[in-house]
Structure formats: structure tokens, C-alpha cells
């Protein structure tokens, strides 16, 4: 009897396992603008209106699928997009802060399919309200991106500035 009962559990359990899928998401870098050190000597003098990144930092989406042979496979065809926003601490309102997509990145490692990634090549402002930046299928790892300042002024004074920015994977 208790042969039948352990077989009844596989057989009701088998299907909730067979279909389980996992998403990872993870990002790196450091955000530094080298040209942000402004030195003013004499009257009339202008600096750059916009500062930007000096390097990338880089978003990774994974996917893990739990298929029928117990292995983990990704899936191709999963889609996804990215949104952001940020959250101001001290931030000045006539700050303008922007970010694009430098690149495709890399399948990862479990892909099988060519990279499927489109938006966000051009800058677009980051509001405090959540917007669109890009969108994708399946894996992809070193999705690479940059920020821009833009908007300062003398009149702001010598301080500093500082806000979040959150990146929202959305499943689908």
C-alpha cells in the first residue's frame, strides 16, 4: 500500500517541479563623473552643460528553467523589460538626470538563441516617477549603461547632491 501512496505523490507532485522557472538579476559598477570638479576663474566663464559617466555599469537577467530531464536550462523566448526611477535625498530639482543603453551585453550562459534586446540606446530622463528604459528576451549578462548630469548652475552653490537610483524588472 504505501508503494501506491509514494507513486500518487510523484505522480501529483512531478508537474508543479517540471514547470518551475527562477529569475536572477544583478548589477556592478560604480557610477563617477571625472569631469564634475568645475573651477571657475573668471567672470563670464561657462562650464559644460552636461557631465557623463565615466564608465559603464552593467545590469545581468537570467533566467533558470527546471525541465523535465531535471536539468537547468534558460528559456529564449521569456520576456522582459527594464524600468527606472529614482528617489532623491538632497537633490536639486533643476538637476537633470539621464541614462542609456551602451550596449547588447552577452547571452548568458545558459542561452541558447542570438541576443534579443531593444530600447534605450538614446538618453532619457529619470523622473521620480517610474518610465520605460528597455526591454528583452531571455538571458542576457554585462548589459552595459551610463548616466548624465545636466541642468547645474553657480547659483545651486557648493554641495552635494544625491539620489537612487531603482532599476524594475518586469516578468513578461
Given at each position: 500500500?504505501?508503494?501506491?501512496?509514494?507513486?500518487?505523490?510523484?505522480?501529483?507532485f512531478f508537474p508543479i517541479y517540471s514547470f518551475c522557472q527562477t529569475m536572477s538579476v544583478s548589477s556592478g559598477g560604480v557610477v563617477t563623473f571625472g569631469d564634475s570638479q568645475f573651477s571657475?576663474?573668471?567672470?563670464?566663464?561657462?562650464f559644460a552643460s552636461?557631465?557623463?559617466?565615466?564608465?559603464?555599469?552593467?545590469?545581468?537577467?537570467?533566467?533558470?528553467?527546471?525541465?523535465?530531464?531535471?536539468?537547468?536550462?534558460?528559456?529564449?523566448?521569456t520576456k522582459w523589460r527594464v524600468d527606472v526611477h529614482k528617489v532623491d535625498g538632497n537633490w536639486d530639482p533643476d538637476i537633470i538626470l539621464k541614462a542609456k543603453r551602451t550596449g547588447t551585453g552577452v547571452l548568458a550562459?545558459?542561452?541558447?538563441?542570438?541576443?534579443?534586446?531593444?530600447?534605450?540606446e538614446s538618453y532619457q530622463s529619470i523622473t521620480n516617477n517610474s518610465t520605460f528604459f528597455f526591454q528583452g528576451r531571455g538571458g542576457i549578462d554585462d548589459i552595459p549603461f551610463k548616466f548624465m548630469l545636466s541642468g547645474f548652475?553657480?547659483?545651486?552653490?557648493?554641495?552635494?547632491?544625491?539620489?537612487?537610483?531603482?532599476?524594475?524588472?518586469?516578468?513578461?
Open positions: 500500500m504505501k508503494k501506491k501512496q509514494v507513486v500518487l505523490l510523484l505522480i501529483l571657475i576663474t573668471e567672470a563670464g566663464e561657462d552636461s557631465v557623463e559617466s565615466e564608465l559603464d555599469l552593467f545590469l545581468d537577467i537570467g533566467y533558470l528553467n527546471f525541465d523535465f530531464w531535471w536539468l537547468f536550462t534558460g528559456n529564449p523566448n550562459w545558459n542561452e541558447r538563441k542570438k541576443l534579443n534586446i531593444s530600447g534605450g548652475s553657480l547659483t545651486m552653490g557648493a554641495q552635494t547632491f544625491n539620489t537612487n537610483i531603482v532599476f524594475t524588472i518586469v516578468d513578461g
